[in-house]
């Protein structure tokens, strides 16, 4: 079971994704706004268990995949896996410098890092444009990230919405 709890789903709906990206977006702008570290710490949290487990841990996840996929959006698009895990975990690095930078009495700076979160996570919620994933695909057509990771994911940089 553990081993099943601790997979990140391959492949992704590509609704989920955009519907946890929108709720991001929300927490996010309520982070910046409030500038508390608890904020930032619930944001990293949020990342970190999305890269363990996908939606399975959590609470953004689920509400996504269990309430506003199969009543709200009602579609289906499938997407590789891999970089949305790699967009998931640029998420949990930017949200995870916001939150030292916020205990280290840098709210600015924090704010401004979490800000980086809200463009991204924007672009995909309204747009359907992954920046991580493009940036996935770019490091997999240079070699930085082996063919073998994602095979699914030729050219995921050139693909539309």
């Known amino acids: 079971m553990a081993s099943s709890v601790f997979t990140f789903p391959n492949p992704v709906n590509d609704y989920a994704a955009r519907s946890t990206a929108g709720l991001v977006v929300v927490l996010a702008v309520v982070t910046i706004i409030v500038d508390h570290p608890v904020l930032y710490a619930v944001l990293a949290l949020g990342f970190a268990l999305r890269v363990m487990s996908g939606p399975t841990l959590s ?12 009543k709200i959006w009602r579609k289906t698009k499938l997407v590789p896996g ?4 790699f967009a998931q975990t640029i998420g ?10 916020s205990l280290a ?7 401004i890092t979490v800000g980086l979160v809200v463009v991204a996570a924007t672009l995909e919620a309204v747009l359907g444009f992954c920046l991580g994933c493009t940036i996935f695909g770019f490091l997999q057509q240079r070699g930085v990230i082996p063919e073998s990771v994602c095979e699914a994911c030729n050219n995921i940089n050139l693909r539309t919405v």
């Open 82 to 85: 891999p970089p949305k895990r």
């Open 105 to 111: 009495g840098a709210g600015v700076a924090a704010q």
């Open 92 to 101: 949990l690095v930017l949200t995870t410098v916001a939150l030292i930078l």
């Open 59 to 70: 609470p953004f996840g689920q509400l996504s995949v269990r309430f506003i996929v199969p």
